[in-house]
């Protein structure tokens, strides 16, 4: 098939940025190339052309491929809703919610439809780069693999293993994973890469040639930090938690749930250059001199709410609102905002209602059925067109939905508060329309310019290829497919 496989020493290195990158560089070649991603373990999803979803980063490398996101690239989503148990998302659609021991033994069935989805795309496609999930020296999960080596042998499909050296030991990440490899696993892996180096990479050539002795692999380069990365879209919490680059003179918190969904709808904020935005770490307070709160998605949004009551956050948001602060409920923030969430057949935990925190006239119920689709919208206070998607369980109603945020075609979608500065939506992604969020970020006080947060997002995949480009040996690593 012609594939190549990108794994990593562990998780975090840099896979699914390097596989976005790999797809521009080879889509800028001609070649009619597609991401693809056996297992992922994500809250952060993606609506697909098709109706399912798939991880954001699956989505992201789509983009950089120039395809639209189809369930195809990510067969298997894993959705944590407890320290215990995710629910499993099979070909875009939800099958079951299992613990992990459970999903043990549900693992090996799943290898007949991730074959199925990549040879799709195969037959479809001169190239596919897949990512692999965590690590290939995780040897106490080789049993009934479908992310790493289990599906690299299963599809016949060449490895190269990335080694993040900014946190250190990368000479061992490297050394380390070749040594508890089962021979045959050892095998498929025919190079590696060093990926997010610091400074002058001249000084690393003794242990770049340490590691190709030990492992008897070939090295492809030494990839520098890419400075830009901060521009494309997360898919980890980890890499928007992080201090944001640019300190604009409004402040925007989001709090970070526990179970924090879809927080990619904070990327077109992030870059705006009058505001800056900041992500609330458990057991720190709203500070007093925030414009705005944000209560993201939430992947269990009761037990998020206990949560989110456990670090005094609901007293904060009182007193923010009191002071004229205006706050913004996306999914299951929106539902947290109001008066009550109900769950009467334990779909996201244990049955029952959770008092909300009474900011919006609203009721919400806990539905089986789930809403994905793509949403074109216009804005009940402004009249401005907004794109972004629902991706959600729970029905919500109450006088508040008489104010709607929203209106889909004839359909009022959302609600306001009777002064106007406590706002909820299912609507996600609704930043990245631009002139709408221009529009909202004036309504509460902050001096936006126009911008495109598209071209923002292709000129930095196009840096990622350059980058790769220059410090790769994409040539070889290409051939390696063929």
């Known amino acids: ?108 069935s799943l290898m007949d439809p991730v074959l199925e989805s990549f040879h799709r795309l195969s037959a479809t496609h001169d190239l596919v780069i897949v990512e692999g999930a965590g690590s290939p020296a995780e040897v106490n999960l080789r049993a009934g693999d479908i992310a790493n080596m289990g599906f690299a042998r299963a599809a016949g499909v060449a490895v190269v293993l990335v080694g993040d050296i900014d946190r250190g030991g990368v000479i061992a990440q490297m050394v380390g994973t070749k040594s508890v490899l089962d021979p045959k696993d050892s095998k498929m892996v025919k190079g590696f890469i060093i990926n997010k180096f610091r400074g002058d990479s001249r000084l690393f050539d003794d242990g770049y040639r340490l590691i190709a002795e030990r492992t008897g692999w070939r090295g492809f380069g030494v990839l520098p930090y890419f400075p830009h990365a901060w521009k494309l879209p997360a898919e980890d919490v980890l890499d928007i938690a992080a201090p944001s680059p640019r300190k604009g003179p409004v402040k925007i918190v989001c709090l970070t749930l526990s179970r924090i969904a879809n927080f990619d709808d904070l990327d077109p904020l992030a870059q705006e250059p009058g505001v800056e ?68 057949e334990g779909i996201e935990g244990p049955p029952g209602t959770t008092e909300g925190l009474g900011l919006l006239d609203i009721a919400t119920d806990m539905i089986p059925d789930k809403r994905l689709t793509r949403v074109l919208a216009r804005h009940a206070a402004s009249g401005l067109e907004v794109e972004g998607y629902e991706i959600h369980i729970g029905r919500s109603d109450g006088p508040a939905r008489a104010r709607p945020f929203c209106h889909v075609g004839d359909v009022a979608e959302g609600a306001v508060s009777a002064d106007g500065r406590v706002v909820g939506t299912y609507l996600h992604g609704m930043f990245t329309s631009d002139a709408f969020r221009q529009g909202f970020l004036q309504s509460i006080g902050v001096e936006a310019r126009p911008s495109c947060y598209s071209a923002t997002v292709e000129a930095a995949l196009d840096a990622l290829a350059d980058h790769l480009t220059a410090h790769l040996n994409l040539d070889d690593l290409f051939a390696l497919a063929r």
């Open 1 to 108: 098939m012609p594939a190549l496989m990108i794994q990593g020493t562990g998780s975090n290195v840099g896979k699914s940025l390097i596989v976005a990158g790999l797809c521009r560089a080879a889509l800028r070649r001609g070649i009619k190339v597609a991401p693809f991603k056996p297992q992922n373990m994500s809250n952060n999803a993606a609506v697909t052309v098709d109706g399912g979803e798939i991880g954001r980063a699956q989505a992201l490398q789509a983009q950089a491929a120039g395809l639209q996101p189809h369930t195809d690239m990510n067969p298997v989503l894993l959705k944590p809703e407890s320290e215990t148990g995710s629910q499993v998302i099979v070909q875009g659609r939800r099958v079951a919610t299992v613990k992990a021991r459970e999903y043990a033994a549900l693992k090996p």
């Open 277 to 344: 935005l900041v992500m609330l770490k458990p057991g720190q307070p709203i500070p007093g001199d925030v414009r705005l709160v944000i209560i993201p998605g939430s992947k269990s949004t009761r037990a998020d709410l206990a949560f989110l009551r456990a670090q005094g956050w609901d007293i904060d948001l009182a007193a923010h609102h009191r002071r004229g602060g205006h706050v913004l409920g996306i999914c299951g923030g929106y539902q947290m905002l109001g008066k009550s969430v109900s769950d009467p």
